[in-house]
């Protein structure tokens, strides 16, 4: 997978729903769908996958998951393309799941009938076709990749800032790898991992492009430095987020960093990293004679490129399901 990450955030009421992956252009490698709750929905949201199944993740198309929701509920539907240069234009359909209805006047178990729902479910909206616009990282900085080995995932690869696994599905992160085909010749940077029990590689530091850590031995990293070197170190600030396991998210800054949890043994469980150039500010002139100034307009903005995919996720037109963009 690569950087293509695009996201649909979609409102639903109470009731059950089946989310289906009925499609995507890309029928080589097509893309990976992720579906999950808001932060502020996560008490009240249930995504319910197979036993065998990674949670909330459908990998390919004729695939589906249910969502149990308790109480109104935001659901996060994310799609990374499969490939490097890959389509994410992926077709999802969002639809309730009813257990029927009583005839009138009958009830269950002593309990009074039900009453009819008050708007028949629909065929979905097929004109429902939102775009959507790449998450740009830093200016300079887009081809910045982190590639991590993630357990029950195998390895992923995002662009800069952005999650691997995370906050709304963490996992154990056992490997990691940066790749910056676009680096400065007078910036270095160089990287290390850190376990709970001591392995080969432990803690020393290795170049872009190096992996670090394990494949198929589930042990997790437990810590991570990562160090910028050269003449243009001043320039660049790096930004990294981390969760380990049972502790809270930390972000650190600086040209040398390194995290691990609060007894330096918990799994490392999701990892942000960024990294942005300085814009460093003219000094003034020194005040002349009085004269007019105008005012020099701000350069305009550059817009990055649009992904080409589209994610199609079509909604009921009944009350109880609402989009938001």
């Known amino acids: 997978m690569n950087e293509q990450i695009q996201q649909k955030t979609i409102d639903l009421a109470r009731g059950l729903f089946l989310v289906r992956y009925n499609g995507a252009d890309d029928k080589v490698a097509p893309p990976v769908v992720r579906v999950y709750a808001d932060r502020a929905s996560l008490n009240n949201c249930n995504i319910i996958s197979g036993p065998d199944a990674a949670n909330g993740t459908l990998f390919a198309p004729e695939s589906a998951l249910v969502v149990s929701?308790?109480?109104?509920?935001?659901?996060?539907?994310?799609?990374?393309?499969?490939?490097?240069?890959?389509?994410?234009?992926?077709?999802?359909?969002?639809?309730?799941?009813?257990q029927g209805q009583l005839?009138?006047?009958?009830?269950?178990?002593?309990?009074?009938?039900?009453?009819?729902?008050?708007?028949?479910?629909?065929?979905?909206?097929?004109?429902?076709?939102?775009?959507?616009?790449?998450?740009?990282?830093?200016?300079?900085?887009?081809?910045?990749?982190?590639?991590?080995?993630?357990?029950?995932?195998?390895?992923v690869t995002v662009g800069p800032n952005t999650w691997i696994a995370g906050p709304a599905a963490p996992a154990r992160i056992e490997g990691i790898s940066l790749e910056w085909p676009n680096k400065p010749r007078d910036l270095n940077l160089q990287y290390a991992v850190k376990f709970a029990r001591p392995q080969r590689g432990d803690n020393q530091f290795v170049p872009l492009g190096t992996f670090a850590g394990t494949r198929g031995r589930a042990l997790a990293i437990t810590g991570f430095s990562l160090e910028a070197t050269g003449?243009?170190?001043?320039?660049?600030?790096?930004?990294?987020?981390?969760?380990?396991?049972g502790a809270p998210a930390?972000?650190?800054?600086?040209?040398?960093?390194?995290?691990s949890g609060p007894s330096g043994r918990e799994p490392l469980v999701g990892f942000k990293l960024n990294l942005e150039e300085r814009?460093?500010?003219?000094?003034?002139?020194?005040?002349?004679?009085?004269?007019?100034?105008?005012?020099?307009?701000?350069?305009p903005r550059v817009d990055g490129p649009r992904l080409e995919g589209r994610v199609r996720v079509f909604r009921s037109r009944q009350s109880a399901v609402k989009t938001t963009g």
């Open 69 to 98: 929701v308790a109480r109104p509920s935001r659901l996060i539907v994310e799609v990374t393309a499969g490939r490097v240069g890959g389509s994410t234009a992926a077709n999802i359909k969002i639809e309730p799941l009813t």
């Open 103 to 155: 005839p009138q006047g009958q009830q269950a178990h002593g309990q009074p009938a039900a009453q009819p729902a008050s708007q028949p479910f629909e065929d979905f909206d097929p004109e429902f076709e939102p775009e959507f616009a790449p998450q740009a990282g830093a200016s300079g900085q887009s081809d910045l990749k982190l590639l991590a080995h993630v357990a029950g995932l195998g390895d």
């Open 231 to 245: 003449p243009s170190v001043d320039r660049y600030t790096i930004s990294a987020e981390t969760i380990f396991l």
């Open 250 to 259: 930390l972000r650190v800054t600086g040209n040398r960093i390194v995290v």
């Open 279 to 299: 814009r460093v500010q003219a000094a003034p002139l020194a005040p002349q004679q009085p004269r007019r100034v105008e005012q020099i307009n701000p350069a």
